[in-house]
């Protein structure tokens, strides 16, 4: 039975908005060719969430994706409660996380901002440049922070000289106020980067009001990037979340014990294994990908000791950098365990485009491949995988090794 995805939108009464929306619905039933994907709106837009999950969950299980860039109280109030006036049988419509900072959201801001550092009478430079970042403002307090955490992240991606956080409505600073922030911080040039998925009544606001400091401050020049709008990088973004959601329903709905995935031995001996990030956990891996033969490449910025040991004595190659998704290229596994979330996304990701089985070392779901709890016993290897519960896998391999040993032992007293 296949299961749907309900993307949950805001809603907007500018036609051009809704437009938007379905333009992005058709890109991501592109990237999920067989499964139904339909869009309910949370107010202003027909038809409803609890309409569209009514309609889908009577025929299989529903995955609704909050089309959200930050947490608030549509995620957290609205749409479960539209989920639940909708769903027919409890346990057949699950709710995922929203957008978030994801990485390929980043992506896309990046690009908005390179938008219009290339539009005008001449271009402007990056590094002579500050970005005001304008969310919506929520009376919820941490989706506020979860906009200003995502300025911050956004200058770490950008090596920008300032990026300003600030936003269109209900909380401070509003955009004037981030406007003067970044002018206070010696900006005489500023972009103003709406952090919003659509075209609305709040791109018309935030270009009215960018107009009016402008005019106010004709020593500081001012450009508006455009919207998010409907592309590959957002479309990706919510096929992620179908996933983890689809995963997360599998999990809990399949009535046969064990794990759902198949478990195999993959001879990896002479065979490329890429390992994003160098720190414990992929330390404590590696030797196991070296036991079994394989030609490792670790690609991390810094590495634990016993990674730079191994690199020392040329047994693995350690190259000293972040990570691209170009280093899939060439692997036969992979092991994405980046200090970084959306790095481990761009790796993952790659891996997906490219049919290599990846470990996301962060979130098992985000993954193609669940790494087992493996013992060795005389000429056996064995390996106990669970339903990513790696502290249930160990005990349960802990169990059956001493019974093994405890068996051998009395084997031999015999």
């Known amino acids: 039975m296949s299961t749907s995805l309900v993307i949950a939108a805001h809603g907007t009464r500018v036609g051009a908005g809704v437009g938007q929306c379905h333009d ?16 309910g709106f949370v107010e202003l837009v027909e038809p409803s969430i609890h309409e569209v999950v009514a309609e889908l969950s009577d025929t299989g299980p529903v995955v609704v994706v909050p089309l959200m860039v930050g947490t608030g109280a549509h995620v957290q109030h609205d749409i479960p409660a539209e989920i639940l006036a909708g769903q027919g049988r409890p346990g057949r419509v699950v709710q995922t996380a929203h957008l978030g900072a994801h990485g390929h959201l980043l992506a896309v801001l990046d690009d908005r901002i390179e938008e219009a550092l290339a539009h005008g009478d001449e271009a402007w430079s990056q590094a002579e440049t500050s970005v005001v970042l304008v969310g919506r403002g929520s009376l919820m307090a941490q989706a506020n922070a979860d906009h200003c955490a995502l300025a911050r ?57 960018s107009a009016a400091w402008q005019s106010a401050n004709p020593e500081v020049q001012v450009r508006v990037a455009g919207v998010i709008g409907p592309c590959e990088g957002l479309a990706r973004v919510v096929a992620e979340r179908f996933r983890e959601g689809e995963a997360e329903l599998r999990a809990s709905t399949e009535e046969a014990e064990g794990s759902p995935v198949y478990l195999a031995g993959l001879d990896l001996s002479g065979r490329r294994v890429l390992v ?43 190259e000293q950098r972040p990570v691209a998704a170009e ?38 779901r985000a993954g193609t491949a669940w790494t087992p709890a493996t013992a060795r016993h005389g000429a056996f290897t064995l390996g106990v995988v669970g339903r990513r519960d790696p502290r249930g896998s160990i005990a349960l391999r802990h169990r059956v090794m001493t019974l093994l040993d405890s068996e051998a032992h009395a084997s031999e007293e015999d």
Do not use: M
Not at 192 to 206: I, S
Not at 293 to 316: E, I, M
Not at 339 to 362: I, K, P, Y
């Open 153 to 209: 992240l956004l200058q770490e991606r950008r090596g920008a000289p300032d990026v300003v956080p600030g936003f269109i409505q209900v909380v401070q600073p509003d955009l004037a106020s981030a406007l003067d922030r970044a002018r206070q911080h010696g900006a005489t040039q500023i972009v103003v980067a709406p952090n919003f998925l659509f075209t609305g009544r709040l791109e018309k606001w935030l270009a009215e009001q």
């Open 24 to 39: 992005l619905v058709a890109q991501v039933r592109a990237q999920l060719p067989g499964t139904r994907v339909e869009a």
């Open 276 to 318: 994003a990030g160098a720190g414990r956990v992929a330390s404590r891996r590696i030797d196991k990908f070296l036991d079994a033969g394989a030609d490792v490449t670790v690609v991390a910025p810094v590495a634990s000791p016993r990674v730079t040991d191994l690199a020392a004595d040329g047994r693995v190659r350690w």
């Open 327 to 364: 280093d899939v290229h060439g692997a036969w596994y992979v092991l994405a365990a980046c200090d970084d979330a959306a790095a481990n996304a761009l790796v993952s990701d790659a891996c997906e485009e490219q049919g290599v089985f990846c470990v996301r070392a962060d979130d098992a």
